[in-house]
């Protein structure tokens, strides 16, 4: 059964909202701590074109981890899928998002996914370009397609707060840097990495997005192939076995779509061939999903019959 309503969102909304009070802000990027932990909003955008969404919808939020998919995209089809994946691996990795620990002990030395914080530096890594802005704004005009809003941009503030104190993630790059798996100078990657992660926009972006990539990477207004469709096979597929960080398997049996979350509270869904889900929730579980955003997947996938199992 298909969504037929705003209204029909909204009440789900509404009982999901409960959960924000048992979550927490992610405050390890100051900027991010000025969110508001009340808030929750929906978007779910069907291949006809039609769009239903619920709840402080007009909000901006920042793609934190859901632009690794994002980016992977892009790297993909700059180099293919042989040269990407003798760089990053395909695994899950069972530990939190921003873990060193299997940098080391993986051999050969490199970031066994896309979805973790360092795998995503090696991803960012290879997106082509001239300097640090043309990678940005070729990333950028990739994601303005996707979501069809010419206005996406980044924001400054988030970004700088990141590069400010993103040290873990510094840490990263120095350690695969000495690995031979990146070698652009690190405050050059980090300046276009906390740029990727703050790239910002609302709901109904996101949900477009997720419905390009749920049709294969065709746009679903003009048929446009944006992503070939191996390419978008490859980004859910990474989606379902990493997209929840260390949650993915519970995940994939209480709501059982290709999902991925960011920690500014951000989830994207792309449920193949039906739809594409966005939501945007700051308050966060303690593997930084969106806790009100889990509940209200897990609702929409029972009421929908969504789950892909
Ligand atoms: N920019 C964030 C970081 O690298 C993204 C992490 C996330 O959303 N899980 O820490």
Known sequence: MQCQSNTELEALVEEAKQQTQHGKIADYIPALALADEDKLSVALYYPDGRCYSAGDIDENFTLQSISKVLSLALALMDHGEEYVFDRVGQEPTGDPFNSI????????????????????????????????????????????????????????????????????????????????????????????????????????????????????????????????????????????????????????IKVGIP???????????????????AICGPSLDDKGNSIAGLKLLEMMSKNYSLSMF
């Open 101 to 252: 620990a299997k940098l080391e002990t993986n051999k050969p030395s490199k970031p066994l996914n896309p979805m973790i914080n360092a795998g995503a530096l090696a991803i960012t890594h290879m997106i082509k370009g001239d300097s640090v802005e043309d990678r940005l704004q070729r990333l950028l005009a990739f994601i303005r397609k996707l979501s069809g809003n010419k206005s996406i941009t980044y924001n400054h503030m988030i970004a700088q707060s990141e590069l400010e104190t993103g040290h873990l993630n510094r840490s990263l790059c120095y350690f695969m840097k000495q690995h031979g798996v990146i070698n652009e100078p690190v405050e050059e990657l980090m300046d276009l990495y906390t740029k990727q992660c703050a790239i910002e926009m609302n709901c109904l972006d996101l949900a477009r997005i997720g419905c390009v990539l749920a049709m294969d990477g065709a746009d679903p207004v003009s048929g446009e192939q944006i992503i070939p469709w191996d390419i978008a096979r490859i980004c859910k597929t990474f989606m379902v076995t990493c997209g929840m960080y260390n949650a993915s398997g519970e995940f994939a």
């Open 259 to 277: 999902a991925k979350s960011g920690v500014a509270g951000g989830i994207m869904g792309s449920i193949p061939k039906k739809c594409g889900i």
